[in-house]
């Protein structure tokens, strides 16, 4: 053995690999995740994520807030509850027409209250004046494909103005496809959004003027900087050259 110092291993090492094969599976601990139902989203709803508002999911869906706060009966359209599903199809009991004047008409049958809007969602007042978010060149217009709105070339760092004064409504980086977004409620029946800005200057619920800037330009989630530029009304899209001045 004097010849072998290390010997003594060669014995040892079946019974450590014994001990090594021996199963230990790891502890499972059930988390609020785990429930299967929890994953499960009924066809014509939405789950609500974290950070999200009524504003948000309208706009991602093509839809007007104020159907969204009809159909779910929300007593105050301003709180929703993460996690929990939001109808974005209209119930079988609604039954929407056209609108009329320029008002929705919504007739409801089994809403025994209507929702308490709060008071600044009930401003009837529209822009009389639009301006550019930005003076420069036309990348890509209204309709171009699936574009939703018009396409802005501009620099880096370069203002986003608001086209026309309004509440901002939403102002983050979690829709995808937008990058860093901010979208503005003018009145009651129209929004403006813009997107792919670098940084974003003004916050949620922050009244706005027409021109204050309000965001940087760049390419979030863009394959060049640019400025995508929509308006909304009752929640789809219109072509914002039917809104803003002729360029001289």
């Known amino acids: 053995m004097s010849g072998y110092p290390f010997g003594w291993l060669w014995f040892a090492l079946p019974l450590i690999a014994g001990c090594a094969s021996t199963p230990h599976p790891a502890p499972v601990r059930e988390s609020s995740f785990s429930n299967p139902a929890f994953h499960v989203v009924l066809q014509g709803h939405y789950r609500i994520q974290l950070g999200d508002s009524l504003y948000k999911i309208a706009f991602q869906h093509g839809l007007d807030y104020r159907d969204l706060a009809i159909w779910n009966e929300l007593a105050d359209p301003g ?4 996690g929990s599903l939001l109808r974005i199809i209209p119930p079988k009991s609604v039954l929407k027409k056209a609108p009329i004047a320029g008002k929705p008409f919504v007739q409801v049958s089994d809403i025994k209250s209507k929702p308490q809007v709060p008071p600044e969602l009930h401003e009837d007042t529209l ?13 890509a217009s209204y309709g171009e494909g699936i574009n939703k709105g018009i396409d802005i070339a501009g620099e880096r760092g370069e203002p986003v103005l608001a086209a026309a004064s309004g509440r901002v409504v939403y102002a983050g980086s979690s829709l995808r496809g937008y990058g860093k977004l901010i979208i503005i409620r003018h009145g009651r029946t129209l ?5 792919h800005s670098e940084r974003l200057l003004v916050a949620e619920g922050q009244q706005v003027i027409r ?36 360029k001289s």
């Open 191 to 195: 929004l403006s959004a813009y997107a």
């Open 79 to 82: 709180f929703i509850r993460s």
């Open 211 to 246: 021109g204050q800037s309000i965001a940087l330009m760049g390419d979030s989630d863009a394959d060049r900087i640019k400025l995508h530029f929509e308006i909304r009304e009752f929640g789809k899209p219109v072509n914002p050259l039917n809104y803003l001045p002729i």
């Open 127 to 139: 822009p009389a004046l639009w301006t550019w978010p930005n003076q420069g060149s036309l990348l």
